[in-house]
């Protein structure tokens, strides 16, 4: 008999590591972005490639304030230690480590408001 292939598998095992309708699945995504990203070209996943499109989509769907979107984009893009984004933002640590939270927060809530898994 032939052999069953099961196509979804790949695309399963992302949503189940990165939900995107929780903080901790947003986090485990952010803080292996680059990991998710390089996938694509090194082994053609088109499965990451969807995946981080749907982070695009819910990041700019959850309106996040400037000071957020830097935050991320200095901490998790541009592998910046908070201490080190803190100084750059000219912020404390603190506002920088609140602001990733809160970005976190709302992404995840409005994914979990669209029903997105």
């Known amino acids: ?5 099961d196509f979804s ?3 399963r095992r992302l949503d189940e590591a990165y939900p995107l309708d929780s903080e901790r699945g947003i ?4 803080t292996q972005l680059h990991h998710v990203r390089e996938s694509r070209f090194l082994r053609g ?3 990451a490639s969807l995946l981080l499109l749907d982070l695009a989509q819910s990041v700019e769907e959850a309106n996040l304030t400037h000071r957020q979107k830097q935050a991320l984009k200095l ?3 541009k592998d910046f230690i908070q201490k080190d984004a803190a100084h750059w933002m000219n ?5 920088v480590s609140e602001h990733v939270r ?3 927060q709302r992404i995840a809530q409005v994914n979990e408001e669209k029903g997105v898994v």
Do not use: P, T
Not at 27 to 30: F, G, Q, S, T, V
Not at 91 to 95: D, E, G, K, L, V
């Open 102 to 104: 809160s970005a976190i």
């Open 45 to 47: 996943d088109y499965d």
């Open 1 to 5: 008999m032939g052999k069953v292939i």
């Open 9 to 11: 598998a790949k695309e």
């Open 75 to 77: 901490v998790f893009i």
């Open 27 to 30: 986090y485990a995504l952010l």
């Open 91 to 95: 912020i404390s640590q603190q506002a």
